[in-house]
């Protein structure tokens, strides 16, 4: 039985996230792509022009998949921003803690993609400034006097987490991420 396109190009998605994650984008070929997705080379050009297509959607699906899991935390805390930002923060470590996980997908594809005309790299850098958006914009629902520079200090513990539990591990720095967010949203609120 046939898939239709949109699930056919879902499935290679999810295909390609797994062997980028775990293999990096650069050491995985389409052919591998194609062969694990159990679809043709010819499929895989039609649904994405070139590799550059398929990372670039990579990214854009990674960076939807967080934008799904941040909001459900968000959602889940209650009305109050403090929590919510708490809750997006042990909602990340509890991703750094996971055996799922290998590093911050969007950090990763930054460091193999540097040339800012790649989709990858486009894709990457607004994932990671919609972050900082996001959390501007529970800073100020807080009432702080600058909730801009808490919205920066907050992401720069939110990537900083990333990073350490990928090269320290979960019991490394990355452990202390919350307690930090509490420092500072304390000082903000004080």
Not at 71 to 100: K, M, N
Request: some cysteine; charged content about 20%.
């Amino acid at each position: 039985m046939q898939r239709p396109a949109a699930e056919t190009r879902d499935h290679v998605l999810r295909v390609a996230g797994g062997l980028f994650y775990w293999k990096s984008i650069r050491a995985t070929g389409v052919d591998l792509v194609a062969t694990e997705a159990g679809v043709a080379p010819t499929t895989l050009y039609r649904l994405f022009a070139s590799k550059d297509g398929l990372v670039g959607a990579y990214v854009e699906h990674a960076a939807g998949e967080f934008r799904e899991t941040f909001a459900e935390a968000v959602a889940a805390a209650g009305p109050d921003p403090r929590e919510q930002i708490l809750a997006v923060f042990d909602t990340v470590y509890g991703q750094v803690a996971s055996e799922q996980f290998r590093g911050c997908a969007l950090q990763m594809t930054l460091a193999e993609f540097p040339d800012r005309d790649l989709p990858a790299h486009r894709n990457a850098v607004a994932a990671k400034a919609w972050f900082r958006e996001s959390i501007g914009e529970l800073t100020a629902r807080l009432g702080v006097r600058d909730p801009a520079a808490l919205a920066d200090h907050l992401t720069l513990v939110f990537e900083g987490l990333n990073a350490s539990g990928q090269s320290l591990g979960p019991e490394g720095p990355a452990k202390r991420a919350r307690g930090l967010v509490e420092v500072l949203l304390t000082a903000a609120l004080a």
